[in-house]
């Protein structure tokens, strides 16, 4: 298995809240993505990085925002969660165009 | 609408079976690649296609990318309760925005 580890793996906040989800590789991959995933929608990607401080939009962006100060570490954050954000997420990583996507376990999100 | 459509969406069949799953889009890709996810899970790379008119085989599954690199399709031959499973495609742009289709939820009865 690919080194990703994703935490929280499960978590329960309320509508209005700040929630920051994180995303930390061990291979030393230059792309990371964070996508979520919803019923009927599939994987939509939010935000990736390719590369240090270097990131860009995805198709779903809005209401999401992104760090990576690291290689190793991406972070997700909501600035103040709603209940449309209620979803899986999963972070993902790659060595580069076309490369293979390894996936982590993904996140649970709940917001009430 | 997704760039990606995958058909059909749900798939219920006996053991023993064949099918084929389809992943179609406008948009030409540089490659495509098919998963496999498992509930609770993330999704696991099954294969990558990258050359038009490609075909890749993975022992009782069958991965075609289509001439003109805008869809593919997966045929499984011989379906077994383990292939049951969430089956989505995902489309590489020039730019590595991979894109992914909704999925194909596959269920192979005993």
């Known amino acids: 298995d690919a080194g990703i580890t994703q935490s929280p793996r499960h978590k329960v906040t309320e509508t209005g809240t700040p929630v920051t989800l994180r995303c930390h590789q061990t291979?030393?991959?230059?792309?990371m993505y964070w996508y979520r995933q919803d019923p009927g929608h599939g994987l939509r990607l939010i935000h990736y990085?390719?590369?240090?401080?270097?990131?860009d939009k995805g198709e779903v962006s809005d209401g999401y925002s992104v760090s990576r100060s690291k290689t190793e570490d991406f972070l997700l954050t909501l600035e103040s969660a709603t209940s449309s954000q209620t979803s899986v997420y999963f972070c993902?990583?790659?060595?580069?165009?076309?490369?293979?996507?390894?996936f982590g376990e993904g996140s649970w999100l709940t917001v009430v | 609408t997704q760039l990606l459509e995958q058909s059909p969406q749900f798939l219920s069949i006996q053991e023993g079976e064949n099918l084929t799953v389809y992943c179609n889009s406008s948009?030409?890709?540089?490659?495509l690649q098919w998963y496999r996810q498992e509930p609770g899970e993330g999704p696991v790379l099954l294969v990558t296609?990258?050359?038009?008119?490609e075909v890749k085989k993975l022992k009782r599954l069958t991965f075609q990318f289509g001439d003109a690199r805008k869809d593919s399709s997966l045929h499984i031959t011989a379906a077994q309760p383990g292939d049951t499973g969430l089956y989505l495609c995902?489309?590489?742009?020039?730019?590595?925005?991979?894109?992914f289709g909704a999925g194909t939820r596959l269920t192979v009865k005993p």
């Open positions: 993902a990583i790659s060595g580069g165009a076309g490369n293979t996507i390894y």
């Open positions: 291979e030393n991959h230059r792309y």
């Open positions: 990085s390719y590369g240090v401080k270097d990131t």
């Open positions: 948009s030409v890709f540089s490659s």
């Open positions: 296609v990258v050359t038009g008119g």
């Open positions: 995902a489309g590489a742009q020039w730019n590595n925005d991979m894109r």
